[in-house]
């Protein structure tokens, strides 16, 4: 298991920062969560120089909205697949089409592809991410393959790796593990976003909310789970100073690895 840290976690720094920080606090790589800061062609230049003198980037997630230097979101993914092997990341995480942002060109799109291993060469796994409800045990989430089966069902149909975020499943379920279980496979699940949740907060500090941390960790472990696992948490759930955050995000990794190794 490769144990990861999200930019979008310390997005409010600048990318040299975030690298070493994660670096200090012990993480084997990063997820580049690309955003209006880091776009453009000198952006990827510096995360490759980065990735090289100081910690390996895993995996890309595409930009979550519209921007202009990477434009609608097929366009924006076929960038990211091309970021990441410039890079050398075995994931490319994105968001599945919202129909409430009107993205049927989009989703039209994913349908006609016939095998997505197709649009990387086979070098970067596609992982299309679980998205949370609105509200807790709702049925509405506002995306297109809404019901968490049915998309799992697509992904292994279209060649799709799945992310699994923790706290999206858990605005659906209170019951992490068995649900959880029931979307997992082997070959298929190439990202976990790791963080907390306790109605109505999303991505808390692990710890801070009612999710079962000790007995998730604990399942990976058993499952032999070997792919990349993020922590993705809002960035008010770290301390301001930068000692500090070293210090509480060392602390987490150090217990994750002393759970699951």
Same mark, same amino acid.
């Given at each position: 298991?490769?144990?990861?840290?999200?930019?979008?976690?310390?997005?409010?720094?600048?990318?040299?920062?975030?690298?070493?920080?994660?670096?200090?606090?012990?993480?084997?790589?990063?997820?580049?969560?690309?955003?209006?800061?880091?776009?453009?062609?000198?952006?990827? +230049?510096? @995360?490759?120089?980065?990735?090289? !003198?100081?910690?390996?980037?895993?995996?890309?997630?595409?930009?979550? #909205?519209? #921007?202009?230097?990477?434009?609608?979101?097929?366009?924006?993914?076929?960038?990211?697949?091309?970021?990441?092997?410039?890079?050398?990341?075995? @994931?490319?995480? #994105?968001?599945?089409?919202?129909?409430?942002?009107?993205?049927?060109?989009?989703?039209?799109?994913?349908?006609?592809?016939?095998?997505?291993?197709? /649009?990387?060469?086979?070098? @970067?796994?596609?992982?299309? +991410?679980?998205?949370?409800? /609105?509200?807790?045990?709702?049925?509405?989430?506002?995306?297109?393959?809404?019901?968490?089966?049915?998309?799992?069902?697509?992904?292994?149909?279209?060649?799709?790796?799945?992310?699994?975020?923790?706290?999206?499943?858990?605005?659906?379920?209170?019951?992490?593990?068995?649900? #959880?279980?029931?979307?997992?496979?082997? !070959?298929?699940?190439?990202?976990?976003?790791?963080?907390?949740?306790?109605?109505?907060?999303?991505?808390?500090?692990?710890?801070?909310?009612?999710?079962?941390?000790?007995?998730?960790?604990?399942?990976?472990?058993?499952?032999?789970?070997? !792919?990349?696992?993020?922590? =993705?948490?809002?960035?008010?759930?770290?301390? !301001?100073? =930068?000692? =500090?955050?070293?210090?509480?995000?060392?602390?987490?990794?150090?217990?994750?690895?002393?759970?699951?190794?």
């Amino acid at each position: 298991m490769k144990i990861c840290l999200s930019t979008g976690s310390l997005f409010k720094l600048q990318l040299p920062k975030i690298f070493y920080i994660a670096k200090e606090a012990g993480f084997e790589g990063l997820e580049i969560l690309i955003c209006p800061r880091i776009s453009k062609p000198y952006d990827l +230049e510096e @995360v490759l120089r980065l990735s090289w !003198e100081v910690l390996p980037v895993k995996g890309l997630h595409v930009p979550f #909205f519209r #921007f202009s230097e990477w434009r609608g979101k097929i366009s924006s993914l076929k960038k990211a697949i091309t970021w990441a092997r410039i890079l050398g990341a075995s @994931v490319v995480t #994105f968001h599945p089409p919202s129909w409430l942002n009107f993205e049927f060109l989009f989703w039209l799109w994913m349908f006609r592809v016939k095998n997505f291993k197709e /649009e990387t060469g086979g070098l @970067v796994d596609l992982s299309i +991410e679980i998205m949370p409800v /609105e509200k807790p045990k709702s049925k509405f989430s506002g995306y297109f393959w809404n019901n968490p089966w049915s998309l799992k069902a697509f992904a292994k149909k279209k060649g799709l790796a799945l992310t699994l975020d923790i706290t999206h499943m858990a605005t659906r379920n209170s019951d992490l593990i068995p649900f #959880f279980l029931s979307l997992y496979e082997k !070959e298929l699940v190439k990202n976990i976003h790791l963080s907390d949740f306790k109605h109505p907060n999303q991505h808390l500090f692990p710890g801070k909310g009612n999710l079962p941390m000790m007995r998730f960790l604990n399942l990976l472990k058993h499952l032999n789970y070997h !792919e990349l696992l993020t922590i =993705e948490i809002t960035p008010k759930e770290l301390p !301001e100073t =930068e000692e =500090e955050m070293i210090e509480k995000l060392k602390i987490l990794v150090n217990f994750i690895k002393e759970v699951t190794r």
